[in-house]
């Protein structure tokens, strides 16, 4: 297999006697935000007493009747709206029909050949170029319960607070052709969905969580091969391993002339590889109808178009603001619309201080600390008011960008404003051109072999002195003023 | 539509119901015949006819998003074949 190089796409499988593409679609389950249920008013709140939001609705009590949240129902419109897809006025709840432990219906409500949303699309930036991946349709379902192996040796435990909460099923057309472009695609949607306020996104949380579903061809084949289903990856690294073995697996299969079996396969965290669910084989047949307890969902054009209205501003749009207005890259612009909260810290301070350096400031010390930290933006201990008057003492001159880094450091540590600390520890930097002049004067008289040496053409030693003047003003001499200065002094 | 053997064994196995086998026969031939009366609607033409989810010309009653329920774990347990102070259990299912 070769690695992706930086400006062309790359990525194949290379086997014994061909080069194979990799096809890959992704179903990626999105839960709702939501206060409560899909269909009852039990929260959905992560991490509460085991059966503790559950109603007799969420545990399937007999003569129990499901009504529609209808935040749910907006929630999925906006996110239809965000992936620039059909929003369809007109969508059925169908019932999904299989036995499992955590699934107390005996069937998942969901929608079947009515989805709530049709098709759309996302852009996704890579190294490469710019690609659009379709989607195929959004649907709303309920999520199961979850089984709990681990408490009891021959014994499951069931808790059913997951059960019933709402779920986006996203399908994508197969238009992923590498783990770097499933990365991406995760993170864009992931990002998008943030920005709506749909989805928090909380891959720990399983509140994010795909189906992959792989394939591979011959390079110049038209016709898709085989697929195989990888249900359930929680993290994006699982799904990027996911792939690349089955896709390897799957090349071995065909080159030593076997067949792909279309087959649901569950991925091994431990062992890193996928293996065949063959216990799933008749789950297949899930005999979809129409739920006769749920009426269709009609939607108001009225509401779509307020809907619409009132939609946040997306990173795509948002980057190329950021281009347009503050003069960034596409790189920095594109970190900086990653996460609403990035975007919004780097609005806070570009408004007040200098634009490009706030970007080269943030994506170099800030983020570096805050990774180290394991902080998120809004947990920051530099608030975005004190951030931007670092970046502005910087540009004024007061301080140097080595002095800055040792301001920063100390606001990291005592949470304190970048002014007091400059006033109080005499960081200012000294610009005062008489000052400098009585310095640099002392340090030449001292040092006079130098100065004759320099003199008679040993200009190397330029650096000398300036690093003599840095260490005698406790690095707070101007750099530019020194150079002035030295430059003239030695002329002489 | 003839409904046979193999067909009622399908879907009972699906839907965990356990029938021997002359019931399964018996279960078939009055399911071929209800099929049959029901495939008379074949005979009309429904081209141009969208499928119909529901007779009731109504729209979908929903609610807003409120908490208003669950806290209940007892009587949610209470029913269960087995279980402890906090879980339903039931027999180890492992993939």
Redesign the interface.
């Known amino acids: 297999m070769v690695g992706m190089s930086k400006d062309k796409f790359d990525y194949f499988i290379k086997g014994d006697k061909d080069n194979y593409e990799v096809i890959i679609g992704l179903e990626v389950h999105a839960q709702v935000l ?3 249920k899909l269909f ?4 959905t709140k992560f991490g509460g ?9 969420d ?1 399937a009590f007999p003569g129990m009747l499901p ?7 907006k929630q999925a419109v906006r996110t239809g709206l965000g992936l620039n897809a059909k929003i369809n006025n007109y969508s ?1 709840f169908d019932r999904k ?1 299989y ?3 955590d699934l107390p219906q005996g069937y998942q409500i969901s929608q079947y050949k009515n989805p709530i949303v049709g098709e759309g699309k996302v852009l996704l930036d890579m190294p490469y170029g710019s690609k659009q991946i379709g989607i195929e349709r959004l649907h709303l379902e309920q999520d199961a319960g979850k ?3 681990d ?2 040796p ?7 607070n997951r059960s019933g909460i709402a779920l986006m099923e996203i399908v994508s057309k197969p238009d992923l052709r590498s783990p770097d472009e499933v990365n991406a695609y995760i993170k864009k949607l992931r990002s998008i969905m943030r920005y709506l306020g749909t989805c928090d996104g909380n891959m720990q949380e399983g509140s994010l969580r795909a189906d992959v579903n792989v394939s591979v061809r011959k390079i110049g084949d038209k016709k898709f091969g085989t697929r195989c289903e990888i249900k359930n990856v929680n993290s994006i690294k699982f799904m990027q391993m996911a792939i690349e073995y089955e896709a390897a697996r799957q090349v071995e299969l065909l080159e030593s002339g076997k067949q792909i079996d279309q087959e649901t396969r ?1 991925f091994d965290t431990k062992k890193n590889e996928t293996r065949s ?1 063959r ?1 799933k084989e ?1 789950a297949h ?1 899930y ?1 979809y109808f ?1 739920d ?1 307890d ?5 939607l108001e054009p009225s509401l779509v178009d307020d809907l619409k209205k009132s939609l946040p501003e997306l990173p795509d749009k948002k980057k190329e603001r950021f281009i347009k207005d503050y003069g960034l890259n596409i790189y920095e612009a594109n970190v900086l619309v990653s996460e609403k909260e990035i975007s919004n810290y780097y609005e806070e301070v570009a408004k007040i201080s200098d634009k490009k350096l706030t970007a080269t400031w943030m994506m170099g010390d800030l983020f570096a600390m805050l990774n180290e930290k394991n902080l998120n933006i809004s947990e920051s201990p530099i608030s975005a008011k004190d951030f931007a008057e670092l970046i502005q003492s910087i540009k004024s001159g007061e301080i140097s960008g080595r002095i800055a880094k040792e301001v920063f450091e100390i606001m990291v540590e005592s949470g304190d404003n970048p002014k007091k600390i400059i006033e109080s520890k005499g960081m200012k930097q000294q610009s005062d051109p008489k000052e400098l002049e009585k310095l640099i004067n002392e340090i030449l008289k001292k040092d006079k072999g130098k100065v004759d040496q320099y003199k008679a053409g040993k200009e190397k030693l330029f650096g000398f002195f300036v690093g003599q003047v840095m260490k005698a003003s406790g690095g707070k001499a101007n750099p530019q003023l020194t150079n002035e200065i030295l430059k003239k002094f030695l002329k002489k | 539509m003839v409904i046979d053997k193999e067909k009622i064994i399908h879907v009972s196995k699906l839907a965990r119901i356990s029938l021997d086998k002359k019931k399964s026969e018996a279960l078939a031939k009055d399911l071929s015949s209800i099929f049959k009366f029901i495939e008379q609607l074949n005979e009309l033409n429904t081209d141009k006819i969208e499928p119909l989810s529901s007779i009731l010309n109504e729209p979908l009653r929903s609610r807003q998003d409120l908490i208003s329920d669950g806290k209940i774990r007892d009587k949610v347990l209470k029913n269960s074949p087995k279980k402890n102070e906090e879980f339903f259990v039931v027999p180890k299912v492992i993939e």
Not at chain 1, 67 to 73: A, G, L
Not at chain 1, 154 to 160: A, E, G, I, K, R
């Open positions: 939501s206060k409560s009852s008013g039990s929260s007493e085991p059966n503790k939001q559950v109603s007799l609705i545990s009504v529609i949240n209808e935040e749910c129902v059925v029909n036995f499992y432990a089984s709990i192996h408490l009891d021959s014994n499951t435990y069931v808790d059913l569950l669910m216990s008749d047949d005999r129409p006769p749920l009426l269709p969902l009609k």
